[in-house]
């Protein structure tokens, strides 16, 4: 049987996966990258496309402003532009005692780039005249924006792709191991066997069942976030405008598309068919949505819905993704569970990962997110299991 080889194997054709397949070619690697179904499917080519950086944990803002850098280059890069438009983007929240963590996060050394500017009272609705009347404070991000995530995996693959990547859908992996001191071996369910140096797991969703075959489980769950789209109305809504509240049926998000249509995203998510692969909408999530976004933004209560979708996003407990080198196994590498924030993130991501796949280490701020911070969890469920 041929064994097809490469530097890097990447399980995984999502935007991780496609934008780090780009990046390890810019590098000069061979890579082959396996993907189930088709590249962008899941969550990376379903999600709301925020390509915001205010409102993540500090300790995530190197690896974004990282990412940043990026989404401006992109026609340079990729030759395309994924539809990114840097419109701006406002935090805003209905209680008055909110105002203060928007301050401080504001605030924050880490958040300096974002030159945030804090709205309130009659300052925010002459400035955003079109909020309701609920709506107390906010905080604008005038970098930030968003995208269209329908083309940002399959524009990656195909700039991978003409650098010389392997790009394989409708490829499923069967099993993976690693000789002791060798090679990974990956076997596909078509009967294919491929060889690598090393391995890159972007899987998502389902990135924790491989990981966990290296003896290092996460305690990832799938989740289905929930989209609508209007009809088309005039354009006058450029800024994507969400809501900081920690009541989740209030979390609401839109933008408007140059074309006029609304993209509505939050509130309540959907639990996903796994074993088939499909994620539904629920009602009462739309349903939630228009009652939302009449608080919100009352202009657009007789709106009509024109279509509604779901994906399937990994979220991990602390809502932080796994991204790294393996605790366990040398050569093997992690970049998945991005628990619905990782869109922006993507282009950083592969970057990212590209230079510590290559180079041993990365200049870029990403410890926090190592797979190693569950593993005394998984030590210890594994010996409550032994004793019982």
């Given at each position: 049987m041929?064994?097809?080889?490469?530097?890097?194997v990447?399980?995984g054709?999502?935007?991780?996966?496609?934008?780090?397949?780009?990046?390890?070619?810019?590098?000069?690697?061979?890579?082959?990258l396996?993907e189930r179904?088709?590249?962008?499917?899941y969550?990376?080519?379903?999600?709301?496309?925020n390509?915001?950086?205010?409102g993540?944990?500090?300790g995530?803002l190197?690896l974004a402003n990282?990412s940043?850098a990026?989404?401006k280059?992109?026609?340079e890069l990729?030759?395309?532009?994924?539809?990114?438009?840097?419109?701006?983007?406002?935090?805003?929240?209905?209680?008055?005692?909110?105002i203060?963590?928007?301050?401080?996060?504001a605030a924050a050394?880490e958040a300096a780039?974002?030159?945030?500017q804090i709205?309130?009272?009659?300052?925010?609705?002459?400035?955003?005249?079109f909020?309701g009347?609920?709506v107390?404070?906010?905080?604008?991000?005038p970098?930030?924006?968003?995208?269209n995530p329908?083309?940002a995996?399959p524009a990656?693959a195909?700039?991978a792709?003409?650098?010389?990547?392997?790009?394989?859908?409708?490829?499923?992996v069967?099993?993976v191991?690693?000789?002791?001191g060798?090679?990974?071996s990956?076997?596909?369910t078509?009967g294919?066997q491929?060889s690598?140096?090393?391995?890159?797991i972007?899987?998502?969703?389902w990135?924790?069942?491989?990981?966990?075959?290296?003896g290092?489980?996460v305690p990832l769950?799938?989740?289905g976030p929930?989209?609508?789209?209007?009809?088309?109305?005039?354009y006058a809504l450029p800024?994507?405008i969400g809501?900081?509240?920690?009541?989740?049926?209030?979390?609401i998000?839109?933008?408007?598309?140059?074309?006029?249509?609304?993209?509505i995203?939050?509130?309540?998510?959907?639990?996903p068919?796994?074993?088939n692969?499909r994620?539904?909408?629920e009602p009462?999530?739309?349903?939630n949505?228009?009652e939302?976004?009449?608080?919100?933004?009352?202009?657009?209560?007789?709106?009509n819905?024109i279509?509604?979708?779901?994906?399937i996003e990994?979220y991990l407990s602390?809502?932080?993704?796994?991204?790294g080198a393996?605790?366990?196994?040398?050569?093997?590498y992690?970049?998945f569970g991005?628990?619905g924030?990782?869109f922006?993130?993507?282009p950083?991501?592969g970057?990212?990962?590209?230079e510590?796949i290559?180079?041993?280490?990365?200049g870029t701020?990403i410890?926090?997110f190592s797979?190693?911070?569950?593993?005394?969890?998984a030590e210890s469920?594994?010996?409550r299991?032994?004793?019982?």
């Open positions: 041929t064994v097809e080889k490469a530097d890097v990447i399980v054709g999502g935007l991780m996966g496609s934008a780090a397949a780009f990046f390890l070619r810019r590098r000069g690697r061979s890579v082959i396996l179904d088709q590249i962008g499917q969550a990376s080519g379903v999600n709301f496309g390509v915001r950086r205010q993540r944990f500090l995530q190197e990282r940043w990026l989404w280059r992109l026609p990729i030759d395309d532009d994924l539809e990114f438009i840097a419109s701006g983007h406002m935090r805003v929240c209905y209680r008055e005692d909110e203060p963590e928007l301050e401080a996060y050394p780039q974002l030159d945030l709205y309130r009272g009659s300052e925010l609705h002459a400035r955003f005249p909020l009347k609920d107390k404070g906010g905080s604008y991000a970098h930030d924006g968003h995208a329908r083309l995996a990656f195909r700039a792709r003409r650098l010389g990547a392997r790009i394989e859908e409708r490829t499923e069967a099993d191991q690693k000789a002791n060798g090679e990974f990956i076997s596909t078509d294919r491929f690598a140096a090393q391995l890159l972007t899987a998502g969703a990135g924790q069942k491989l990981s966990a075959q290296f290092e489980p769950e799938a989740n929930q989209m609508a789209v209007t009809e088309p109305v005039p800024t994507v809501v900081y509240t920690r009541i989740p049926e209030e979390v998000y839109f933008r408007q598309i140059p074309r006029g249509n609304i993209i995203g939050g509130g309540y998510r959907c639990k068919d796994m074993l692969r994620a539904y909408v009462r999530s739309t349903l949505q228009l939302q976004m009449r608080r919100l933004l009352p202009g657009v209560g007789n709106l819905i279509r509604v979708w779901s994906g990994g602390d809502s932080l993704p796994i991204m393996s605790g366990n196994v040398d050569g093997l992690y970049a991005f628990s924030h990782g922006q993130l993507g950083g991501v970057d990212v990962m590209a510590l290559s180079t041993g280490s990365t701020l410890e926090p797979i190693r911070r569950f593993a005394s969890s469920a594994e010996k299991s032994k004793a019982s």
